[in-house]
């Protein structure tokens, strides 16, 4: 099952020149409850180009990180995943 999990979030858009902006954007969420923790982390910053009306090409950097630790007498674990790396995208906009 997948939902969309709350968060805090900010989101900046800076023109440059012309069609050419800079862009970042952080997602946090921490949480504890019981026995488990966790949190995840989403940011990035780039830069958009808008080449048409309606659509925008971006390049940036991004950071995802998922975090749950688990603390019980059956289950002692630990769930990470981490990427950081360059992204590519195509934004449509209507």
Known sequence: MLAPVPNVGAYGHV????PVSLTGRLNWLQ???DNYDGGLTDADIGLSWRFANSFSATASWRI???RLDVDRENFEG????RFSGPALGLVATF
Not at 78 to 81: A, L, M, V
Request: net charge positive; charged share 20%.
């Open 31 to 33: 949480l504890k409850i």
């Open 15 to 18: 023109r440059l020149f012309g």
């Open 78 to 81: 630990s769930i990470r995943y």
């Open 64 to 66: 995802l990180s998922y």
